[in-house]
């Protein structure tokens, strides 16, 4: 039931000229300047990761599957920090927080969606990958091939930024109250929900929706996958076999875990539980740390892309020799 002071939907110039209040982290005034300092150093040093990944991997003549999925996930992690942080260190330095208009709000929240919904199905295909190399070995250069790794990657971007275009115009077709200060660092869907003048649980079907195509569906489809890789390891003998199968799997279990755990922790659960300082915190790991974790994950544990690394950085050292 919408409340008094609601935006009237009607009112031609009510998406042109709204604007949303960006609070970030203006309640910590005295340590805006540590928390900035922290974040610049974090931002810059998750780009660099991501760009040596990307940059190694295409200057590679031979990619294998595993190294053109990487290439892609550095292409989508690099993409959602850019869209997320600088808005996060511009909060910081205005002591009273930055606004943001009602289109740049919804592209900040479709873009962040989008990604984020890219790297779930993409976390699928890589399941898949694994899943082709220990269980079907002598067919996993059939299988894998370009043009199937070409279309998991397109199939990626499409799904993710369908399903995101859907929620946000789900989310921003609704009425918002006369406060319309959005108490996080970027305008997630949770925060922006909370401002909506309704007191049914309505608004967050779509929400739920997002959730289940976005995070249930390819968790589920990535368990299924490592049911199938333990099952077929119950079969190898060799520990030593084993112990190589389970190594490829690793890194990609460790990312799974870190971004679904986040994910599953602050979208499904319902609007009456929302907790701005909380939610802050864990978007804060979420947006910041862990795409600088991939990178350092991926670089010491995949060994294909530690032979790519070293090979550009011998070459750096050839063209700087000569």
């Known amino acids: 039931i919408p409340c008094e002071g609601c935006m009237e939907r009607d009112n031609k110039s009510t998406d042109a000229t709204m604007e949303f209040l960006l609070l970030g982290f203006s309640e910590l005034l005295c340590l805006r300047v540590v928390l900035f300092l922290i974040f610049l150093i974090v931002h810059l040093v998750t780009l660099a990761g991501n760009v040596m990944v990307f940059t190694a991997v295409v200057m590679e003549p031979s990619r294998p599957p595993m190294l053109f999925f990487l290439c892609q996930l550095s292409v989508i992690e690099l993409c959602y920090t850019l869209v997320i942080v600088p808005k ?104 922006v929900l909370h401002l909506a003048c309704t007191q049914s649980y309505t608004p967050e079907l779509p929400l739920l929706a997002a959730c289940v195509l976005l995070l249930l569906l390819p968790f589920l489809l990535i368990l299924a996958s490592y049911v199938c890789i333990a099952a077929a390891l119950l079969h190898v003998t060799s520990s030593v076999g084993r112990g190589k199968a389970f190594s490829t799997c690793i890194s990609h279990l460790a990312i799974t875990l870190l971004h679904y755990g986040c994910a599953i922790f602050m979208y499904i659960r319902p609007k009456s539980s929302y907790s701005p300082a909380r939610d802050k915190v864990v978007s804060l790991v979420y947006t910041n740390i862990t795409p600088l974790l991939y990178p350092l994950i991926y670089s010491l544990r995949n060994k294909e892309l530690r032979g790519v690394l070293r090979k550009m950085l011998r070459r750096k050292k050839i063209a700087q020799l000569n």
């Open 88 to 191: 996060a260190l511009l909060s910081l330095v205005v002591v009273d927080g930055s606004t943001i208009s009602f289109v740049g709000c919804a592209a900040q929240m479709h873009l962040f969606v989008a990604l984020g919904g890219a790297e779930c199905f993409l976390l699928v295909a890589m399941s898949y990958d694994r899943y082709v190399a220990i269980c079907q070995p002598l067919h996993y250069v059939a299988v894998m091939s370009e043009g199937l790794c070409l279309r998991l990657a397109v199939g990626c971007c499409l799904g993710g930024f369908a399903v995101a275009l859907g929620l946000t115009v789900a989310v921003f077709c609704l009425p918002f109250c006369q406060s319309h200060r959005i108490n996080h660092f970027f305008c997630d869907v949770p925060a």
